[in-house]
């Protein structure tokens, strides 16, 4: 099989694909992610080309390098949102294999979203996605998961290694949105859906990330204890055995991983004191073992470069002045934490701030968003650019 131009553009800049540490400390020696090389999305590095060529356009060559360092050496996760997605899926899979086989034959681990719920996003509307449960979405929902399973099972993508966080926002919604009418309606139907997902994705190259939300939502005290037996009640759902690896925070959300001064969205006090990724991580660790889950944690960092550019920690949508955040590393300096990821690929839209359009959300148009902004998906430029920018840390340029 021939590689596409955007992967030979990764494969030829191999140096960049480093290879995390080995040597595991003992309380995290099975962590999935050690010893592997994530694998690089090749359809968003040839996104980010347009990102390249609008900073050279404006004479920027600094910042064209540093997004070209995005390009080639970070992986992004890869978003099934749609029946679609799966078919797109087997092209990514190609890639990987191709990665993998080529010396020096570093094992790849595919990180994947699911996130196609019926009637998701229930107390939003800018992600609302393609099953209803008034249109046997249900039944649909299974047949996509039945898709992914045996695509997942092919020889010989059976060789590689996968991290897929299931279901973003959705428990998130069950503990703390149920005034939420759409919200009442689907709580039955993400948990079964939820954990018809983990029953069938049992295979052993694969570890199960429940999304958890973030901490400026689950991560307030009053929280901490229902989430856990939410969760348990989901893997029991699953069946006997059924297993996942941990959970997922702060997907497509802009929160510090370990800051040393608490964001204003945290309240004066703060009023919240689990005021970073890692302090929720903490704090909900002896709920979780508490009911028999496993505490450990992918936190991602994606976009949390720049802290305190938020007026409210409901805003979600498109946050102007964001900027990419630490890089993808089991460096963690945690035992419960197994790495921080970048699940939201920066610079596909939050969601569309055309208030005449059927998906509009009215966060997107908050006094922190960056408008105007396209559908949630699509490509976001001008927001890409900002990432580039205020970066934290800053991006180590890559010259051509």
Known sequence: MLLSPALNALVSASPLLIEERTTAPA???????????????????AKLEQTIKSFLDDCDELNAARTRTVQKSISTFIWISSVADITS???????????????????????????????????????????????????????????IVAELNKPPY??????????????????TNMSVEKCQ???????????????????????????????????WPGNLELTPKLFKQVLDKAGPGARIRGFATNVSNYNAYNATTPDIIYGPGPDNPNWSELRYAKALTPYLEAEGLPAHFIIDQ??????????????WCNIKDSGFGIRPTTDTGECIVDALVWVKPGGESDGTSDET???????CRSLDAHIPAPEAGQWFDEFVQSLVINAKP?????WE
């Open 27 to 45: 309380c995290n020696a099975d962590n999935p992610f050690l010893g592997r090389v994530q694998y690089i999305n090749s359809g968003y590095a």
């Open 89 to 147: 899926l087997k092209k990514h899979l190609d890639e990987a294999i191709q990665v993998q086989r080529r010396p020096p034959n570093k094992k790849q681990i595919v990180p994947l979203v699911i996130y196609n719920l019926p009637d998701r996003d229930c107390s939003a509307k800018a992600s609302a996605g393609e099953f209803t449960l008034d249109n046997d979405g249900m039944n649909k929902y299974k047949q996509y998961i039945d898709t």
């Open 158 to 175: 059976n060789r590689l290694d996968f991290a897929i966080v299931l279901e973003p926002d959705s428990l998130g919604n069950v503990v």
């Open 185 to 219: 309606k689907a709580a039955p139907a993400y948990l079964e859906g939820i954990a018809y997902a983990i029953k069938k994705l049992q295979q052993p190259n694969v570890s199960l990330y429940i999304d958890a939300a973030h901490s400026n939502w689950l991560g």
């Open 302 to 315: 994606g976009r949390s470069g720049a802290q305190n550019i938020r007026l409210q920690g409901g805003h």
């Open 357 to 363: 359009a059927v998906r509009f959300d009215e966060n």
């Open 394 to 398: 800053p991006l180590e340029p890559t």
